[in-house]
């Protein structure tokens, strides 16, 4: 069993370069296949998907840190001084949990959901 973050969906910087520095190349599906294919006879590819309850959870965080971030603190203070009310913070009743499904991993030829797997699964075989 072998994987490889999305190389179709991989971030990059300006130069192009891939932005995680600890990843030399990152591969798409087809070049996934095709390296494989060099080697071994039998591969099965699979998706792993951030599930919508993912993605609706980093959504939050990202609400979260830019409520508590120092630029808007200091707003909420100068409302504060002003008289003006602001909002509350963002409320969620699973902050620190580990979620079970956050990610789901199926056959590359089924995906579950309409964008891409963010790592793509090989079990390989002679």
Known sequence: ???TPNGQITERDRQGNIKNPFHVREFAE???RQLLGQVFGSIELF????TPERIARLQFE??????????????RKIRGVLGKKCAG??????????FAREFMIQP????PFPWPPD????????
Not at 64 to 74: D, F, K, V
Not at 119 to 126: D, F, K, T
């Open 1 to 3: 069993m072998v994987s």
């Open 30 to 32: 087809d070049e996934f």
């Open 47 to 50: 998706g792993q998907w951030k």
């Open 62 to 75: 990202t609400l979260c840190e830019l409520y508590y971030s120092p630029g808007a603190r200091l707003w």
């Open 89 to 98: 913070p963002p409320q969620f009743t699973g902050a620190g949990v580990s």
């Open 108 to 111: 590359i030829a089924t995906p």
């Open 119 to 126: 790592v793509i699964l090989a079990i390989c075989r002679p």
